[in-house]
């Protein structure tokens, strides 16, 4: 079965960065999404990020556009999450997950969400300070 880890997750200063990994096991498909999503106390779990391994195409939500930046290195089976630009809002506990996934996201109606992953790693926490 596969399996995610997460990692890089930490107390950090608002403005400064984190880069968050996900490294996956036993991942034998070719064509598929990796999504990172957090959740804040209180709040539901949020698709922020989402990249195809079709073609490399992106998906970021409004809150995090233009501060983050989503990767994959595919040799190694990781995928990265690289945070600028912190902020408190942005603390909460951090998952990837990966979905089963042909074709692109740009001029399609596929939802960087949830119901569209198959597996979860156990997440890491991100605090931000002001």
């Known amino acids: 079965e596969v399996q995610l880890v997460e990692s890089g997750g930490g107390l950090v200063q608002a403005g400064r960065s984190l880069r968050l990994s996900c490294a996956a096991s036993?991942?034998?498909?070719?064509?598929?999404?990796i999504g990172w999503f957090r959740q804040a106390p209180g709040k539901e779990r949020e698709g922020i990020s989402c990249?195809?391994?079709?073609?490399?195409?992106?998906y970021y939500s409004d809150s995090v556009k233009g501060r983050f930046t989503i990767s994959n290195d595919y040799g190694k089976n990781t995928g990265y999450l690289q945070m600028d630009y912190l902020k408190p809002e942005d603390t909460a506990v951090y998952y990837c997950?990966?979905?089963?996934?042909?074709?692109?996201?740009?001029?399609?109606?596929?939802?960087?969400?949830?119901?569209?992953?198959?597996?979860w790693g156990k997440g890491t926490l991100v605090t931000v300070s002001s």
């Open positions: 990249i195809s391994s079709s073609d490399k195409s992106t």
């Open positions: 997950a990966i979905g089963y996934y042909s074709g692109s996201l740009y001029g399609t109606l596929y939802d960087c969400s949830a119901r569209n992953m198959d597996y």
């Open positions: 036993e991942f034998t498909f070719d064509d598929y999404v």
